[in-house]
């Protein structure tokens, strides 16, 4: 039943924005690390963006880095992407992900729970 569920993908002009929205269910994850990956068509999955239990730190890929900002209520159990000056390459479905260590998640190690995914497409 623990589950995360992504939401608030689309269609949006290049230059754009879009906030994307993950719910988690199932357990409390106000001790979790959370963050986002992506994978385009043909392409494997890439990291994006990660935050703290706390919501205090953050960590940032640097092909998004000054355009995407991620954040977190813990209360909620819910994580936003708000995304910014899109471009077309930022197409793709983007995963939310929980993990008890904030270190795997940046490196895309052992990665304890994803989404199912939700597809955001540029169109330039």
């Known amino acids: 039943q623990v589950r995360l569920e992504e939401s608030g993908g689309g269609l949006v002009q290049a230059g754009g924005s879009l906030r994307l929205s993950c719910a988690a269910s199932?357990?409390?994850?106000?001790?979790?690390?959370m963050g986002w990956f992506r994978q385009a068509t043909g392409k494997e999955r890439e990291f994006v963006a990660a935050?703290?239990?706390?919501?205090?730190?953050?960590y940032y890929d640097d092909s998004v880095k000054g355009r995407f900002s991620v954040s977190r209520d813990t209360a909620k159990n819910t994580m936003n992407l708000d995304l910014n000056n899109l471009k077309p390459e930022d197409t793709a479905v983007y995963y939310c992900?929980?993990?008890?260590?904030?270190?795997?998640?940046?490196?895309?190690?052992?990665?304890?729970?994803w989404g199912q995914g939700t597809l955001v497409t540029i169109s330039s």
């Open positions: 992900v929980a993990d008890s260590s904030f270190r795997n998640i940046i490196t895309y190690d052992q990665i304890e729970l």
């Open positions: 199932g357990g409390s994850f106000s001790n979790y690390a």
């Open positions: 935050i703290s239990w706390s919501g205090k730190s953050t």
